[in-house]
T-cell receptor
Framework: DAKTTQPPSMDCAEGRAANLPCNHS???????VYWYRQIHSQGPQYIIH???NNETNEMASLIITEDRKSSTLILPHATLRDTAVYYC???????????FGTGTQLKVEL | NAGVTQTPKFQVLKTGQSMTLQCAQD?????MYWYRQDPGMGLRLIYY???????DKGEVPNGYNVSRLNKREFSLRLESAAPSQTSVYFC??????????????FGSGTRLTVV
């Protein structure tokens, strides 16, 4: 699976959009970009995934660049409950084993 | 829906003791996984089971054994616990076989301390 690079930490004001970047320059054609988050010491929670088109669900939006070498997870109106570690993972499929990096610690503040 | 259930939630072991961590899922998922997470670090894969009857090593399998008892249950055994195995252990499941809309579902974790 391709390696990903994320900033170690980010801050965001409550109510504003949180944009979390991820670089995956070695991604191959059959690899998907997955995003998970881990709130405090709970188990990670699936957020969204995509191949090459932008995706949106009730939690977030995923923007993947045309060359697929980077992506951005967007939380449109961040709340305090969105404070968590966000993991960007590239893998060939949801059934295959996921490799977690250290992720981005997002802190949402008043 | 219960999702993925792990037992126990907390455990303290003495060095050399053995124990089994239990994991069960009620989503009819094919694949199950065991991860460990040390303080300040990401999750590392210990073992996984792509389907009932199969198991494979992950990134950090030494000191552990697993059993895929049936489609629902996947247990992790520490035969002789060591302080280096102090960690939070997460079990997860997925439909397997390719990208799926909901990805993995994780349990709430077992916090293990070996003294």
């Amino acid at each position: 699976d391709a390696k990903t690079t994320q900033p170690p930490s980010m801050d965001c004001a409550e109510g504003r959009a949180a944009n979390l970047p991820c670089n995956h320059s070695t991604i191959s054609g059959n690899e998907y970009v997955y995003w998970y988050r881990q709130i405090h010491s709970q188990g990670p929670q699936y957020i969204i995934h995509g191949l090459k088109n932008n995706e949106t669900n009730e939690m977030a939006s995923l923007i993947i660049t045309e060359d697929r070498k980077s992506s951005t997870l967007i939380l449109p109106h961040a709340t305090l409950r969105d404070t968590a570690v966000y993991y960007c993972i590239v893998t060939t499929g949801g059934g295959n084993k996921l490799t977690f990096g250290t992720g981005t610690q997002l802190k949402v503040e008043l | 829906n219960a999702g993925v259930t792990q037992t126990p939630k907390f455990q303290v072991l003495k060095t050399g003791q053995s124990m089994t961590l239990q994991c069960a899922q009620d989503m009819n998922h094919n694949s199950m996984y065991w991860y460990r997470q040390d303080p300040g670090m990401g999750l590392r894969l210990i073992y996984y089971s792509a389907s009932e009857g199969t198991t494979d090593k992950g990134e950090v399998p030494n000191g552990y054994n697993v059993s895929r008892l049936n489609k629902r249950e996947f247990s992790l055994r520490l035969e002789s616990a060591a302080p280096s195995q102090t960690s939070v252990y997460f079990c997860a499941s997925s439909e397997g076989g390719g990208p799926r809309r909901i990805g993995y579902t994780f349990g709430s974790g077992t916090r293990l301390t070996v003294v």
